[in-house]
């Protein structure tokens, strides 16, 4: 065999290895079962629970270090949180489940720190977490999920650009600055003159105001 056919007889060998570990990969993710839409009320509702302990101690920190407004985006942000582990809750219910939760004791950081962090698991629900659910509840005609993680997912777009404005100017957050919750859908705004929830159309009676 001259060279070049031991070059080409060893080709053949990588390209079967390839072909194998390729086989292997697709082998696994098949016997990976889907994770169904109990499941990702589950996460969604584990998620929230966490949030809501998390966006707490936050809100303490931030108040400690002076931060009132800051601290105030964590309490409304906490608020809403909990409307979305609520409904979670109950479309996991609806569903002949227990909605379940392990809520960790939360780090925290400086308030820098913990804005930054906030903002990094908004983006992850708003962008990916989220938008995935809803498409799987929405392949299930689960009309409940459907509407339980767009409410959810709405909300937490506005969180995230809530945290992003306080961390692009911390020293303008120090002072008190007032928030809304939307109460059914956990919509929350800075936006004092809304007259209806632009997600669920609750109208403004139906906003909690936080400080
Ligand atoms: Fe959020
Ligand atoms: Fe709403």
């Known amino acids: 065999m001259n060279i070049k056919n031991h070059l080409l007889a060893a080709a053949a060998v990588m390209a079967v290895l390839a072909g194998s570990v390729c086989a292997g990969n697709n082998q696994e993710a098949l016997r990976k079962p889907e994770a169904t839409t109990l499941d990702n009320l589950q ?9 809501k302990a998390k966006y707490e101690a936050f809100a303490a920190k931030a108040e400690a270090e002076g931060y009132l407004g800051a601290a105030g985006l964590f309490k409304a942000a906490a608020l809403s949180e909990s409307i979305h582990a609520a409904k979670h809750a109950k479309a996991i219910t609806a569903l002949g489940g227990a909605p379940k939760a392990d809520v960790k004791t939360p780090a925290v950081k400086t308030t820098r720190e913990n804005l930054k962090e906030a903002l990094k698991g908004e983006n992850h629900e708003s962008k990916k977490m989220y938008p995935a659910f809803l498409k799987k509840a929405e392949a299930d005609k689960n009309t409940q999920a459907m509407y339980s993680f767009k409410g959810a997912m709405a909300a937490e777009k506005m969180h995230a650009q809530l945290f992003s404005k306080a961390l692009s100017n911390m020293k303008d957050w120090k002072a008190k600055m007032k928030f809304l919750v939307c109460q059914t859908c956990g919509y929350t705004t800075m936006d004092m003159t ?10 403004r009676g139906q906003f909690t105001e936080i400080e």
């Open 43 to 51: 996460t969604a509702f584990n998620g929230e629970s966490n949030a």
């Open 194 to 203: 809304i007259k209806v929830c632009p997600v669920c159309a609750q109208p």
